[in-house]
């Protein structure tokens, strides 16, 4: 470490993931430019999360760049929605294509960053001794990267082997016949399952709450529907933009109520066949705003569970009956359901039986032992604040962002948060995050906050921030719409109730993308409103 001479820069962004990638292609033509890593690889998401079955849940058509028409023009996703591996592929193209590398630092994780109020400038110092002072900084540090491991006793004497979804060996993990537990059955847990199960010698699923999950029907691309898609995408991009989701589903006119119960099953089965999360959550009008409404729909799940799962002991639970669906991320699969019905797959009651330890042979839960070979968890993330709080960030009079968001984050559109001058945020907590398609929505939101700088640049300013008074009227729009929505009967990781003490408070924006556009654009076009800049 030289602490004499730290390296100065107009930028730092942090993090090498899609939003960050495409903020330093958008910035390092006008600034000097440096990203950091965690990762000694690109792709953030894509990068960490490696585990078997891993790929994205929404059409790979839509979840990709756009900035660059050639780029979206040349790639080929092998299949409709692509596996980690082509997401990986994808995201180092990215960075070779754009010459990225020369300006990403891989292996530099951020440690410690501070505001010096007499220069208005960020101190930032990394783990590998790096000292690095500028004027702005870019936090695209993702809403789910920090993960969440149970802290249970006994970890040491297990003898076998514990693997966490988020931090999978990149070598992979040969399960023949292996006895696997695996713990949690959220998106990650769902995805995983069932490519474990066709290697383990038997595969135990603990699952403390069930999860609605739809088949996506993955397959591979179909040459026509690439051509479409190639043939529109400038104005499939741009209609994105304008929906709730950023996602090209059919939106709804009719209410689950007043439809009759053939009506229903119709609609309900072409939802299921879409192929989209968001379609089954938006086949009615009023499928997260009304519990009747989201009834229908759990219901109808709950049904294909039984048709599909032979053991009507196990499809009983399975069956989701605690919370609304869509209150929660719904999973999208590929043969979850139908996995059940494997002689080698037991289903394991961990909320009549909670884990309580790690024994010698395997996870103890209360009555019994369980001998395991490997244990998987599948347990999430400390997501939306996580990533930012894990990191020591002091800023306007000492304030440190852990104690500022002690009992929830605060912040102006998720982007910026009183205290912490020239701080921004891409896909912070309070945006519409995984509500919506997020390697487009991240897109926008770097944009615009390429656009904020650019005004400060050329104005000759070199201070910007927020105050309260702002951070409470995006509370309160934010608890407005998220009150009228069916989102506050689920526990979650979008209310932070995934984690023992943190505060429960709901952390997404769900008044829709194409809200929140708008109103970030307004409130810089009317003037900065509730910005200080100086
Ligand atoms: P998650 O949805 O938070 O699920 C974590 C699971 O672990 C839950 O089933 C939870 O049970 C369980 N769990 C946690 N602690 C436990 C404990 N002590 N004992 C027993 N069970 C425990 O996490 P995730 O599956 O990693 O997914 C997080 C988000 O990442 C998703 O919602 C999605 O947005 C994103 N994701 C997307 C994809 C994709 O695009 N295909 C794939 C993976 C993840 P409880 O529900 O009872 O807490």
């Known amino acids: 470490m030289n602490d004499s001479a730290p390296e100065t820069l107009d930028i730092v962004i942090i993090g090498a993931g899609f939003s960050g990638m495409y903020a330093l292609y958008r910035l390092r033509r006008d600034y000097e430019v440096l990203c950091l890593e965690a990762g000694d690889g690109v792709g953030g998401t894509w990068y960490w999360n490696r585990y078997p079955g891993a790929r994205v849940d929404i059409e790979s058509a839509e979840y990709s760049y756009g900035f660059d028409n050639d780029l979206q023009q040349e790639w080929r996703w092998p299949e409709l929605f692509a596996a980690q591996p082509d997401l990986e592929r994808y995201a180092n193209h990215v960075a070779d294509r754009f010459a990225l590398r020369d300006r990403i630092r891989l292996s530099t994780r951020v440690t410690r960053m501070r505001f ?4 208005n400038l960020w101190h930032v110092w990394t783990d590998r001794g790096g000292h690095l002072v500028c004027r702005y900084v870019i936090a695209a540090t993702g809403s789910l990267t920090a993960s969440n491991t149970p802290e249970w006793p006994g970890r040491e004497s297990f003898r076998g082997q514990v693997l966490h979804t988020t931090e999978w060996p990149r070598e992979g993990v040969d399960f023949s016949g292996k006895r696997v537990g695996l713990v949690g059955t959220g998106s990650s847990g769902v995805q995983a399952a069932p490519i474990i199960a066709e290697q383990a010698e038997h595969l135990y699923v603990f699952q403390r709450t069930p999860a609605f999950s739809m088949p996506s029907g993955n397959r591979p691309v179909d040459p026509d529907y690439e051509r479409d898609w190639k043939a529109h995408y400038p104005e499939r991009r741009k209609q994105m933009l304008e929906t709730y989701g950023a996602s090209l589903v059919k939106y709804p ?31 009615f009008t009023d499928v997260l705003t009304d519990m009747a409404a989201n009834e229908v729909v759990c219901d109808f799940v709950r049904r294909k569970i039984r048709q599909i799962v032979k053991d009507p002991q196990t499809a009983h639970l399975l ?8 209150g929660k991320r719904l999973c999208i699969d590929n043969g979850y359901y139908p996995m059940f ?78 205290g912490f001058p020239n701080l921004f945020m891409i896909h912070g907590p309070m945006t519409p995050s995984a509500q919506a398609q997020m390697i487009t929505t991240g897109e926008w939101q770097v944009d615009w906050t390429a656009r904020i700088i650019d005004d400060m640049q050329r104005e000759g ?65 009317e003037g900065y409103r509730g910005f200080r800049r100086s």
């Not at 309900?268 to 999360?277: F, G, I, V």
Request: net charge negative; with cysteine; aromatic share 10%.
């Open 253 to 283: 006119t009719v209410s689950a109520l007043e439809c009759t119960k053939e009506e229903q099953e119709r609609i309900l089965e072409a939802a299921w066949h879409s192929r989209s999360a968001f379609q089954l959550l938006v086949c």
């Open 341 to 418: 019905n494997r002689d080698n797959v037991t289903l394991v009651d961990a909320r009549a039986t909670p884990i309580t330890a790690f024994c010698e042979e395997g996870l103890q839960t209360t009555g019994r032992t369980w001998p395991l070979d490997v244990i998987v968890l599948a347990t999430g993330f400390d997501a939306l604040t996580g990533a930012m709080t894990r990191i020591d960030i002091e800023g306007e009079g000492g304030l440190r962002l852990q104690d500022k968001w002690r009992e929830g984050p605060t912040t102006y559109f998720g982007s910026m948060v009183a």
């Open 116 to 119: 010096d109020e007499s220069s």
């Open 461 to 525: 300013l070199t201070r910007i921030q927020t105050d309260e008074t702002a951070e409470h009227w995006w509370q309160d729009e934010l608890s407005q719409v998220a009150n009228a929505t069916v989102h506050r009967h689920a526990d979650s990781w979008y209310r932070g109730t995934n984690i023992a003490g943190k505060a429960d408070v709901f952390m997404i924006y769900v008044g829709g993308f194409q809200r929140f556009a708008q109103l970030c654009t307004a409130a810089v076009e």
């Open 319 to 326: 069956c989701p009956t605690t919370y609304p669906i869509g």
